[in-house]
């Protein structure tokens, strides 16, 4: 096996060993935010940004490397960015929530040509502001991009379905979908891109203005796109806001004047941001929340796939990932086996800064490592044991998996969402003690089943559907593709998000409904065919 406990302690370069081609040096514009049409510099207080990668120092010493300053922005701006979202709206009578769909699908596309022209510099700061690894930066990057073309397409879709009339019981009535109003975004660290777009996109797209808080580690990397927001949306349609979120988001949401919230991250939090507005049931939520994904693996499992999946599922980006596998059920008949073999390719897993073709990666939160080493202390002190030779190698923001074997309920890690590199595995003896796992977790997210016979297999799916929101057979976890729905039970979250979901999700059904006789016919038909509204209408997009 790698020796990488040697390796981890002379993990970080020079910054002379730092590719010229992949150092973003110091990013000069983190002082900007966006409001009502304008880019602006910030003249006040500015934090400075430090990478999760540090630089070793002659001497040996370690220092996170700073890539940048963002504005700490107040409580003044963000009700500057909520009241010109909220005159963009003008009472649903500004010209983005009355605009055709056709001309809102361009400035969709518009804004897409003008975030491809950005990707080189954006997946640097992915790399350097959270030490995601090159490849993952470049697929957030290309799978947003993506899921602009793929929302573009469905509201296309959408679109042809509600330009026909409905006529029931001497009622003839046209059905589309409406915006909701202002929608306050926020996205998670982990894909500072990717999930923020996937509520972003979709509330822009159905006709909504929005304020966007960009997340507490990944504001640099979403900066670059100002300008794309800014020439393709009208004025005061999207605003960005840097800073700390107890700041920014208390004001913004005590005002009243957010009819969206779409957060993803932490519950507490989540319930936090909602308890502020003053009218609850004028709030439409959109939440992805906590998860503790298990997989279960049964007797019959084939080992060799389960443990491919299984260290995937666990450790891809760290583990930082709301879809991760957080802790592994295996049955005590395979249970040896299974943990030698999953150990094997742990120690195998590479490690190294995120330019590199490694596996493992520096990790972005301040304190993150001493957090993880106090849930293995927990659960070695009552009775577990890190079983792989590597686990718990730390240096500075890097920390090797823990590989945790037996893990019991009375230990931490069986119950909190680690959301980092700490693999708990623990055993059952039948399958009833899956169930009751299932039914007494808080989560509902996923979960995945290794295993092959239908008499197990069948009651076991039957279970679990009820519990959580999809079951992934003989494979990790994990939200895509974005046609199918991305959701939670429970406390893991509220809404489904797919690209045709999350557009429903920011709309609601609205109507223009007639008596079906002669004058009410008449009436309609006048209407359609003077193209007065842009609201009833017959043509459709093809």
């Known amino acids: 096996m790698p020796d990488n406990r040697q390796k981890v302690a002379q993990l970080f ?25 304008e880019i602006r510099r910030f003249g006040g207080a500015l934090v400075e940004v430090e990478s999760p990668v540090c630089i070793r120092g002659e001497d040996g010493s370690l220092e996170r490397k700073k890539i940048g300053a963002h504005a700490a922005l107040g409580a003044d701006e963000a009700k500057l960015a909520l009241d010109s979202a909220v005159r963009a709206y003008g009472d649903g009578r500004g010209e983005w929530p009355t605009m055709s769909v056709a001309r809102r699908l361009e400035r969709l596309r518009a804004f897409a040509d003008g975030m491809r022209a950005k ?13 995601k690894s090159l490849e993952d930066s470049q697929k957030e990057f ?20 509600n330009s026909r009339f409905a006529i029931d019981k001497g009622v003839i009535a046209q059905i589309r979908r409406a915006p909701l109003g202002v929608a306050l975004c926020m996205g998670p660290f982990n894909y500072p891109l990717n999930e923020a777009y996937t509520t972003l996109i979709p509330a822009l797209a159905m006709g909504n203005t929005v304020v966007t808080k ?48 779409a957060f993803i991250g932490a519950a507490k939090t989540g319930d936090t941001i909602k308890k502020q507005h003053p009218f609850p049931h004028r709030l439409r939520s959109i939440m992805g929340l906590d998860a503790k994904n ?35 059920l295996v049955n005590e008949k ?45 659960a070695t002190k009552k009775g577990a044991r890190v079983v792989n030779p590597s686990g718990g190698a730390s240096n500075a923001t890097f920390y090797f998996p823990s590989v945790v074997f037996p893990v019991t309920k009375a230990m931490e890690l069986y119950h909190v969402e680690q959301f980092g590199p700490i693999v708990p595995i623990a055993t059952f003896q039948d399958l009833e003690e899956v169930f ?8 509902g997210q996923q979960a995945s089943v290794f295993g092959r016979n239908p008499k197990v297999l069948g009651p076991l799916l ?81």
Request: charged residues 30%.
């Open 462 to 542: 039957d279970v679990l559907v009820n519990q959580v929101c999809r079951v992934n057979l003989n494979a990790q976890c994990q939200r895509g593709p974005d046609s199918f729905p991305f959701t939670g039970r429970k406390d893991s979250a509220e809404a489904t998000l797919s690209v045709t979901d999350a557009l429903r999700c920011f709309s609601i059904r609205s109507m223009v409904a007639a008596s079906y006789d002669d004058y009410g016919k008449q009436v309609l038909g006048d209407l359609v065919m003077s193209r007065e509204s842009r609201f009833l209408r017959t043509d459709f997009l093809f």
């Open 334 to 378: 395979v249970a040896e086996r299974f943990v030698a073999r999953f150990v094997e390719e742990v120690e195998k897993l590479p490690c190294g800064m995120p330019w590199e073709r490694v596996s493992l990666t520096p990790l972005p939160e301040p304190g993150k490592v001493e957090r993880l080493q106090a849930l293995v202390a927990d």
């Open 119 to 131: 990707r080189e510099i954006v997946v640097k700061l992915l790399m350097w502001e959270i030490g």
């Open 294 to 328: 298990p997989a279960i693996v049964l007797e019959d499992a084939d080992l060799d796939l389960a443990v491919r999946e299984c260290v995937k599922g666990t450790l891809s980006f760290n583990g930082q990932r709301c879809t991760a596998l957080k802790l592994l």
């Open 142 to 161: 290309d799978r947003t991009h993506e899921y602009i073309k793929d929302t573009i397409e469905a509201l296309r879709d959408l679109d042809r379905q």
């Open 214 to 261: 960009l997340p507490r580690f990944g504001m640099l990397s979403n900066l670059p796109l100002l300008e794309a927001f800014r020439d393709s949306f009208p004025r005061g349609v999207v605003n960005v806001l840097n800073g700390d979120g107890k700041t920014l988001i208390g004001p913004i949401m005590t005002s009243g004047k957010i009819d969206v919230l």
């Open 13 to 37: 370069p020079r910054a002379s060993e730092v590719p010229k081609e992949h150092d973003v040096g110091f990013y000069e514009d983190g002082d900007r935010w966006l409001v009502d049409g």
């Open 436 to 443: 009751a796992h299932a039914v007494a977790s808080p989560y």
